[in-house]
């Protein structure tokens, strides 16, 4: 995956870890990272989001950006554009690239945003209540002020179409992340039904949905066609599902890891497992699996799908099924959608590119 981002980052002629470097560069902003160290010796979650955003060496946080870039090139101007191609840099317009920006700092926004905590759930090994407070209100003034940069720079790209499908976007995230955060309880986590079409839905919803109008607002820059315009938002669609079902399923196929509960019981192969095995049969499964009685989640009462021992059965139950077959399945479906979106565009380092990036999230052991 780092090889083909690095690649990739050659073609759009920079790193895209510096896209949105002025606005992280700001006044603004490195005042609230002054703030943001007084955090230091707590486990409020922004502090992880911020030590991502300087170095993450498993998934690229630029990633949305650098695939608005390459459709953008692999593209090329249209018939319609022709006459402002001195614009071009690297055969990218330069609200193009705005606009990739733009998309880096809505999907930064968020990613600050979800590091707000639950107050009630915080245990005292946690840290202090008045730094986890703390914290929250720095995720919320931190995120507010990346969101309000980004419509800023929407704004200046004067184009009525791209500021709707964005603004849209931003709406889809909104709903997406707000059903995860109401399902997120344990009763819920236990009785609602998901199954994979919903769970489509809602992965759309807050992980698709702003790259592929991403995409499509980039064709729209460059005025091209409707068809392509659909083409670019196939591409980003199908390919963050790729991308988000392939994140799903690395806890149940890296060949060793010694983490056995960083899974969801709403992840791909748990939805599929439990629609394989029925709904009653896989409550039961979560409910009646036994702990022991001296080990430390039975003498912390946790309830059972909060239970470490509980999770490493039901991890190895889901990968004894047909779940996490299925999901390799729908990830290369997915993925294939998007190669043959790409087939629309002419033959060109970008292209390929993004079909590597394809290739790079739909390869398993």
Not at 101 to 108: D, G, N, S
Not at 247 to 276: G, R, Y
Request: some cysteine; glycine content about 6%; aromatic content about 6%.
């Amino acid at each position: 995956w780092s090889q083909v981002v690095s690649e990739a980052e050659k073609i759009v002629g920079y790193p895209t870890s510096f896209m949105s470097l002025r606005c992280l560069l700001s006044d603004e902003l490195s005042n609230i990272a002054m703030q943001v160290r007084k955090l230091v010796g707590t486990k409020h979650p922004l502090l992880d989001t911020a030590r991502g955003f300087v170095y993450d060496s498993r998934n690229n946080l630029q990633m949305r950006g650098l695939v608005v870039l390459l459709i953008s090139k692999a593209a090329g101007p249209s018939t319609a554009e022709l006459s402002f191609q001195h614009d071009m840099v690297s055969g990218i317009y330069s609200s193009q690239r705005s606009l990739a920006e733009i998309t880096e700092l809505i999907h930064t926004a968020f990613l600050v945003h979800r590091g707000i905590v639950n107050i009630g759930e915080l245990k005292s090994c946690d840290g202090p209540l008045k730094d986890m407070q703390f914290g929250n209100k720095m995720a919320v003034l931190s995120g507010d002020f990346l969101l309000a940069n980004a419509c800023t720079s929407l704004a200046q790209l004067q184009n009525t179409k791209v500021v709707e499908l964005i603004s849209s976007a931003i709406g889809d995230l909104v709903q997406g992340i707000y059903y995860e955060n109401s399902k997120s309880s344990e009763e819920n986590c236990l009785t609602d039904d998901i199954g994979i079409s919903r769970w489509k839905e809602q992965v759309f919803l807050s992980h698709s949905a702003l790259l592929a109008k991403s995409c499509q607002a980039a064709m729209e820059l460059a005025k091209h066609s409707a068809e392509i315009q659909d083409m670019a938002f196939q591409y980003g669609k199908h390919m963050s599902m790729s991308h988000k079902l392939h994140s799903d399923l690395q806890p149940f196929v890296k060949e060793s890891s010694s983490d056995t509960v960083a899974f969801s019981l709403n992840s791909a192969p748990a939805i599929l497992h439990q629609e394989f095995r029925g709904r009653e049969a896989w409550l039961k499964q979560i409910k009646e699996k036994p702990c022991a009685p001296r080990d430390h989640c039975a003498r912390l009462k946790l309830p059972p799908h909060r239970c470490a021992c509980v999770f490493q059965q039901l991890q190895e139950a889901i990968k004894a099924g047909k779940g996490v077959t299925s999901a390799i399945d729908l990830c290369r479906c997915h993925g294939n959608r998007a190669l043959a979106a790409l087939e629309r565009f002419p033959p060109s380092e970008a292209r390929d590119a993004l079909a590597n990036i394809v290739y790079a999230v739909t390869r398993f052991p």
